[in-house]
């Protein structure tokens, strides 16, 4: 995935060895990293993606687990969650194949829709098919995804207090040796300096936080985001700078924080109350940022402020 992972754990009667826990954590990783990867093009979803349209190909229920979970998304959220943005990427200069950050002309953008749209991708009979030339990219949920095929692995392995983190997705549950629940900052999205802005008490949540403050370029005076809009084919244009989701799922969490900074403030706010999620948006106002979170977000992780 291009990034970092963490596992913290509480060593406890029952819990297997250190070396264990982490040759299976490695395994996961590795195999997640086989058959996911749009970084090597041995992966069985880069074979899938130079194949032709109209074709289908053998898939490991992993692969078939994402798209499922994708395609979920892309219903819920009307097209705004779109698995199939690899050669948009690409175009702007944010993907595995981009050739440098660019705002790419008109005619450009419109000849790389032809290819974008998770409409054209379906399982059938344990096999992944294509109706139009498209490229599969699992990167808006593959971390969450990680993330619970860790836990569940170590949960195996006798562990019951953990903290998994993979390149900033993450899931805690159980309590530290000192008996309290494991803590996180959400970040101030700023592109100065890293400000904790909320302490976050976790217990048997995933968290997943999407911004556009890390990952961006500009171009005669304007930013262009690396998350894209699969209507426009063009990168968000609003105030929100970032949004975090709390699920049970941190798959679900880390596709929720991907629709919901497509959607932007005043239509993600909506679709988050709609489907009582536990949100919390960042939005630019001025020179600084207002906050906004939803009721389910506050009453899970009220307690946390107050430690």
Same mark, same amino acid.
């Given at each position: 995935m291009g990034s970092t992972y963490s596992v913290k754990y509480v060593q406890a009667e029952g819990v297997a060895p250190k070396a264990e826990l982490q040759a299976a954590t490695e395994a996961i990783l590795a195999e997640i990293d086989e058959q996911m990867s749009t970084y090597r093009s041995d992966s069985l979803i880069e074979v899938f993606n130079r194949s032709p349209s109209g074709s289908c190909q053998d898939m490991p229920e992993g692969v078939l687990d994402l798209v499922a979970a994708g395609n979920r998304l892309h219903e819920e959220s009307g097209g705004?969650?779109?698995?199939?943005?690899?050669?948009?990427?690409?175009?702007?200069?944010? *993907?595995? /194949?981009?050739? #440098?950050?660019?705002?790419?002309?008109?005619?450009?953008?419109?000849?790389?829709? !032809? +290819? &974008?749209? $998770?409409?054209?991708?379906?399982?059938?009979?344990?096999?992944?098919?294509?109706?139009?030339?498209?490229?599969?990219?699992?990167?808006?949920?593959?971390?969450?995804?990680?993330?619970?095929?860790?836990?569940?692995?170590?949960?195996?392995?006798?562990?019951?207090?953990?903290?998994?983190?993979?390149?900033?997705?993450?899931?805690?549950? *159980?309590? /530290?040796?000192? #008996?309290?629940?494991?803590?996180?900052?959400?970040?101030?999205?700023?592109?100065? !300096? +890293? &400000?904790? $802005?909320?302490?976050?008490?976790?217990d048997g949540y995933g968290i997943s936080t999407s911004g556009d403050y890390r990952n961006y370029f500009e171009e005669g005076g304007q930013r262009y985001s690396h998350t894209l809009d699969p209507m426009s084919g063009k990168p968000v244009n609003h105030t929100l700078a970032a949004v975090t989701v709390a699920d049970p799922s941190t798959l679900r969490a880390d596709g929720l924080s991907t629709l919901l900074m497509v959607l932007g403030p005043q239509a993600g706010i909506a679709f988050a109350e709609r489907n009582q999620l536990a949100a919390f948006f960042v939005t630019r106002e001025g020179d600084g940022f207002a906050t906004y979170s939803t009721t389910e977000f506050e009453q899970l992780f009220a307690a946390g402020d107050e430690q």
């Amino acid at each position: 995935m291009g990034s970092t992972y963490s596992v913290k754990y509480v060593q406890a009667e029952g819990v297997a060895p250190k070396a264990e826990l982490q040759a299976a954590t490695e395994a996961i990783l590795a195999e997640i990293d086989e058959q996911m990867s749009t970084y090597r093009s041995d992966s069985l979803i880069e074979v899938f993606n130079r194949s032709p349209s109209g074709s289908c190909q053998d898939m490991p229920e992993g692969v078939l687990d994402l798209v499922a979970a994708g395609n979920r998304l892309h219903e819920e959220s009307g097209g705004a969650f779109d698995l199939t943005l690899e050669p948009l990427l690409d175009l702007w200069g944010f *993907g595995p /194949k981009g050739q #440098g950050e660019a705002v790419p002309s008109e005619q450009q953008l419109a000849e790389v829709r !032809q +290819r &974008v749209g $998770q409409q054209h991708l379906r399982i059938e009979d344990g096999k992944l098919c294509k109706d139009a030339d498209i490229e599969v990219d699992f990167n808006s949920i593959a971390a969450g995804y990680a993330v619970d095929r860790i836990i569940a692995r170590l949960g195996e392995l006798g562990v019951r207090s953990y903290l998994v983190e993979a390149t900033g997705e993450l899931k805690a549950a *159980g309590l /530290k040796p000192d #008996g309290k629940h494991w803590r996180i900052g959400l970040e101030e999205p700023r592109d100065d !300096q +890293r &400000v904790a $802005q909320r302490i976050l008490q976790l217990d048997g949540y995933g968290i997943s936080t999407s911004g556009d403050y890390r990952n961006y370029f500009e171009e005669g005076g304007q930013r262009y985001s690396h998350t894209l809009d699969p209507m426009s084919g063009k990168p968000v244009n609003h105030t929100l700078a970032a949004v975090t989701v709390a699920d049970p799922s941190t798959l679900r969490a880390d596709g929720l924080s991907t629709l919901l900074m497509v959607l932007g403030p005043q239509a993600g706010i909506a679709f988050a109350e709609r489907n009582q999620l536990a949100a919390f948006f960042v939005t630019r106002e001025g020179d600084g940022f207002a906050t906004y979170s939803t009721t389910e977000f506050e009453q899970l992780f009220a307690a946390g402020d107050e430690q």
